[in-house]
């Protein structure tokens, strides 16, 4: 009750859920009120927003836009949830048994990490996308398994920490196993810096699909994207600006609403938390 409490009073955590509840609903319900996102025009391409019956104006193929940043959202939820649960499961394992185990299994596994480290997440994922080839689930693939590199880092490093802790000393005297200790004793006391970079990396595969999108190798047409949308309308930038500003407005609303919810959650939880996705986000 006390933590509840606490996250009514936390304003970056309310403002982020309020922000991220209404772009689940346009996402969720959106593409069911506005209609199909493939109809198109071509006398009515180019349309400001608020003309009658285009809510945010029409592309340059008369296609609403309204109707396909609903549609590109969900993508883009779809993308970032899905890329959050493999970085997170992959990486929280590969963490906890670096740790813990130590010895020959960390060093294989740590050198593994530090190489792709050494790369830029966004190149890596870039090449692993145009090497698996184009569409969603090769993003989905590419980008959640790199970011499985930074978790498994911040997992590992506070594992380490955590294994020399007198519940784990006890624990592994009374002879509990090694997957009892990993499950019952160490995973529940990283579970709060598990949560606070989930959130984080819910914005990060948000910006990787865009981004991804932005260069041909994420969702394809006709399937509408954010970052293909913005790619689309740069090329009409001084005369309709708004077929690249509406989306591109979106994807910063998106991410300012997730980061918001993990710098509440971190805050809430415990404000040292900083540092560890300090280490997490340096990239």
């Given at each position: 009750?006390n933590?509840?409490?606490?996250?009514?009073k936390?304003?970056?955590?309310?403002?982020?859920?309020?922000?991220?509840?209404v772009?689940?609903?346009?996402?969720?319900?959106?593409?069911?009120?506005?209609?199909?996102?493939?109809?198109?025009?071509?006398?009515?391409?180019?349309?400001?927003?608020?003309?009658?019956?285009?809510?945010?104006?029409s592309?340059?193929?008369?296609?609403?836009?309204?109707?396909?940043?609903?549609?590109?959202?969900?993508?883009?939820?779809?993308?970032?949830?899905?890329?959050?649960?493999?970085a997170?499961?992959?990486?929280?394992?590969?963490g906890?048994?670096?740790?813990?185990?130590?010895?020959?299994?960390?060093?294989?596994?740590?050198?593994?990490?530090?190489?792709?480290?050494?790369?830029p997440?966004i190149?890596?994922a870039?090449l692993?996308a145009?090497?698996?080839g184009?569409?969603?689930?090769?993003?989905?693939?590419?980008?959640?398994?790199v970011?499985?590199?930074?978790?498994?880092?911040?997992?590992?490093?506070?594992?380490?920490?955590?294994?020399?802790?007198?519940?784990?000393?006890?624990?592994?005297?009374?002879?509990?196993?090694?997957?009892?200790?990993?499950?019952?004793?160490?995973?529940?006391?990283?579970?709060?810096?598990?949560?606070?970079?989930s959130?984080?990396?819910?914005?990060?595969?948000?910006?990787?699909?865009?981004?991804?999108s932005?260069?041909?190798?994420?969702?394809q047409?006709?399937?509408?994207?954010?970052?293909?949308?913005?790619?689309?309308?740069?090329?009409?930038?001084?005369?309709?600006?708004?077929?690249?500003?509406?989306?591109?407005?979106v994807?910063?609303?998106?991410?300012l609403?997730?980061?918001?919810?993990?710098?509440?959650?971190?805050?809430?939880?415990?404000?040292r938390?900083?540092?560890?996705?300090?280490?997490?986000?340096?990239k």
């Amino acid at each position: 009750m006390n933590l509840l409490r606490r996250a009514r009073k936390n304003k970056q955590l309310v403002s982020g859920s309020i922000l991220a509840t209404v772009i689940v609903l346009l996402g969720v319900v959106g593409p069911w009120l506005l209609g199909d996102y493939t109809d198109q025009d071509l006398l009515l391409g180019h349309l400001p927003p608020m003309t009658s019956g285009y809510l945010l104006g029409s592309d340059a193929l008369g296609r609403d836009i309204a109707a396909r940043v609903v549609v590109g959202i969900r993508i883009s939820l779809i993308v970032a949830i899905s890329v959050t649960v493999i970085a997170v499961v992959v990486g929280t394992a590969i963490g906890l048994v670096a740790g813990y185990i130590k010895g020959a299994v960390d060093s294989m596994i740590s050198l593994v990490v530090d190489f792709i480290w050494g790369f830029p997440l966004i190149l890596v994922a870039v090449l692993a996308a145009a090497s698996i080839g184009s569409g969603l689930l090769p993003v989905i693939l590419a980008v959640g398994l790199v970011n499985t590199v930074a978790i498994a880092r911040v997992v590992r490093g506070e594992v380490l920490g955590l294994s020399e802790k007198e519940f784990v000393v006890a624990a592994r005297a009374g002879g509990y196993s090694t997957m009892r200790i990993l499950t019952r004793h160490l995973l529940p006391n990283i579970m709060p810096v598990v949560l606070v970079l989930s959130s984080y990396y819910v914005a990060v595969g948000i910006i990787a699909e865009a981004s991804l999108s932005f260069v041909g190798l994420g969702a394809q047409p006709p399937l509408p994207s954010l970052g293909q949308m913005v790619s689309e309308g740069r090329n009409y930038m001084r005369l309709n600006h708004w077929e690249s500003t509406v989306p591109g407005i979106v994807i910063f609303v998106m991410v300012l609403s997730v980061s918001l919810i993990g710098d509440g959650l971190r805050d809430l939880l415990d404000p040292r938390l900083r540092t560890a996705v300090e280490r997490a986000s340096s990239k």
